[in-house]
Nanobody, 122 residues
């Protein structure tokens, strides 16, 4: 069974930075494109970023382009999200999941981890 453990969230002032991590087990991590998603209270889950299996290709949602950077370490079975210039509208619970390699905005696994809360104060 796949396990996804997100960490690194917290409370930060607008303009600040955070680095999220997601440790994956139960699957051959390097075989999957991976992505980050977020869900704010009362809103649908939103695509944030995706990275190819090798890490050579990345995609971002329009709202985070130029501010967030996704990366991965296949030796550590971990995907990261570096978030800079944070805004109050980035406040949400952040989740990782594998993504469809053709339609990278689509999560692949039905299982979700507990997520990590990011709160940005103005």
């Amino acid at each position: 069974q796949v396990q996804l453990v997100e960490s690194g969230g917290g409370l930060v002032q607008a303009g600040g930075s955070l680095r999220l991590s997601c440790a994956v087990s139960g699957r051959t991590f390097s075989s999957y494109a991976m992505g980050w998603f977020r869900q704010a209270p009362g809103k649908d889950r939103e695509f944030v970023a995706a990275i190819s299996r090798s890490g050579g290709s990345t995609n971002y949602g329009d709202s985070v382009k130029g501010r967030f950077t996704i990366s991965r370490d296949n030796a550590k079975n971990t995907v990261y999200l570096q978030m800079n210039s944070l805004k109050p509208e980035d406040t949400a619970v952040y989740y990782c999941n594998a993504v469809n390699p053709v339609v990278v905005t689509t999560p692949l696994w039905s299982y979700w981890g507990q997520g990590t809360q990011v709160t940005v104060s103005s």
